[in-house]
């Protein structure tokens, strides 16, 4: 039976009472926690006063009951099980897992099963002789007196914990995307409509014209007028139809498979005015955004993970204290494992301290110093960048539908100007001219209303996406203790 132990050493004193506290309770060299002041107003300056008080935050509003139309949800659902992207953060996700699983697997010792046999010539009479041996070992394991593996562990969650809040802001954002995709496509099937109806209109002209040419009512130059609307019209209708396909071949990419055809079938006969409602969201305060949005809280826990790297750093220059032990049978022979008086075991402690490592461990310590600061620098810009954006989406909200008040009362007005000019043209009253500036005015208010529409829908689609909703928390994952 042998049992080794450390020979006692007298530490530096500068070191001795922090040790002998070590030793005594152990101790985390990781800076106190104090999460930095949003560098934003406390209030925003359109906080949608005509929401109900009643209206939940967009957060605790499943995507499910944000996106009532039944094909959208099912495009959503869709593209929630195939899209590649999310599919890529999911797996981040359980590899970041099994990284903090690793990590903290480094504060327990590592028990192994041994087995050995040699045989090799005896010191005293130069013959062969043989040794079995058989138990458990120990080998290396680190006594975490300084902190410096636990620190490494709490960076290892933090790593996870924001690889987790990253796949839930993938996950907003491929619902926005393939929301905003399916209303562009909606409005992509309205203007050709609007184009087709157009053309067919500067068809018409052009053999009116030509008509009233054979007949000495009009000029030559009336009929080369519209001729040239109509060709126009037909070049953008093709420049419509091509877009209409890239904006497909664009959702089928975010869906992971093209588009249904029964979904698609159904396009032609939309509207966006009768899309299906939206909820209104209420914008709280900046300050609500720190725990609702993903990419917020994502940043914070890599400030989390870096101010534990400091913990780490420090840790360093300290101490490691080291643990080999082994327990088993030894024998000279085979068949004497495990019998009477075969035990033994040995234990062997280890200190190494670091007296010499050319600035290794400062410059160490220098750059996880330098990482908090960027960590913090990031973390203020997510926070900035979130403000602005729910800034910007609250004044699309407050003046879009009066653009679009605005701009279906001119197409109207438009509509009822194109009648009398077309009038006042057959009946000889006015020019040519003033009919094809009619018909430009009206094909021009009416592709301007359907733009302002879409976009109208889109804002909201954005103020759902940057309020954090989008997500649903399924839970799961290791807590921080």
């Keep these: 039976m042998h049992k080794h132990t450390l020979p006692r050493t007298r530490p530096a ?5 922090l040790v002998i506290a070590a030793l005594l309770a152990g101790c985390s060299f990781i800076p106190k926690y104090e999460r930095p002041a949003a560098p934003v107003p406390e209030a925003f300056a359109l906080a949608g006063n005509d929401v109900p008080a009643t209206a939940r935050a967009a957060a605790d509003i499943d995507w499910k ?13 869709i593209a929630l099980g195939n899209n590649r992207d999310l599919r890529v953060a999911m797996l981040n996700v359980e590899q970041a897992r099994a990284q903090f699983q690793i990590q903290r697997a480094g504060q327990f010792p590592t028990v192994n099963a041994i087995a050995s046999g040699t045989r090799q010539p005896s010191i005293v009479n130069g013959q062969y002789a043989n040794q079995f041996q058989a138990g458990l070992g120990i080998s290396a394991w680190e006594i975490d007196f300084f902190g410096r593996i636990g620190a490494l562990k709490e960076q290892a969650l933090a790593q996870f914990l924001a690889t987790e809040e990253a796949r839930k802001s993938a996950q907003i954002s491929l619902v926005a995307a ?9 409005a992509d099937e309205e203007l050709l409509d609007i184009s087709r109806r157009t053309l067919e209109t500067r068809e018409e002209s052009v053999k009116l014209t030509r008509l009233r040419l054979e007949h000495g009512v009009s000029s030559e130059l009336d009929s080369h007028q519209a001729e040239s609307l109509a060709q126009a019209a037909r070049a953008t209708y093709a420049q419509q139809q091509r877009q209409r396909l890239l904006d497909e071949n664009a959702l089928a990419l975010l869906l992971g498979q093209p588009l249904p055809d029964d979904i698609r079938a159904s396009l032609p006969s939309m509207r966006l005015a009768d899309a299906a409602l939206m909820q209104p969201l209420p914008a709280g305060l900046p300050s609500d955004l720190l725990q609702r949005r993903p990419d917020i809280r994502q940043a914070e826990q890599l400030l989390i993970g870096a101010n534990a790297n400091i913990g780490a750093a420090r840790a360093a ?17 085979l068949s004497g494992l495990f019998k009477s008086g075969s035990w033994a075991f040995s234990l062997a402690p280890q200190l190494a301290l670091p007296i010499f490592d050319a600035g290794r461990n400062q410059a160490g310590l220098e750059s996880a110093r330098a990482g908090r600061e960027i960590a913090v620098a990031q973390y203020e810009k997510s926070i900035q960048t979130a403000f602005r954006e729910v800034s910007d989406a609250l004044a699309g909200q407050a003046t879009l539908q009066q653009q679009i008040d605005a701009q279906r009362a001119q197409t109207q007005a438009d509509a009822k100007r194109l009648d009398l000019s077309d009038l006042r043209y057959r009946n000889g009253v006015a020019s040519y001219l003033d009919l094809l500036d009619a018909q430009r005015s009206l094909y021009a208010t009416e592709q301007a209303l359907v733009q302002t529409r879409l976009q109208q829908l889109q804002n909201q689609v954005t103020l759902y996406k940057v309020l954090g909703g989008g997500w649903t928390d399924t839970g799961g994952g290791p807590a921080r203790s």
């Design 13 to 17: 004193r500068a070191l001795s009472p």
């Design 65 to 77: 009951d944000y996106f009532t139309d039944p094909r959208l949800q099912r495009l959503i659902g």
């Design 178 to 186: 393939v929301a905003s995709g399916w209303l562009t496509l909606m």
């Design 317 to 333: 220059f300290f101490p490691r204290i080291s643990l080999t032990a082994q327990f088993g049978s030894v024998s000279d022979e």
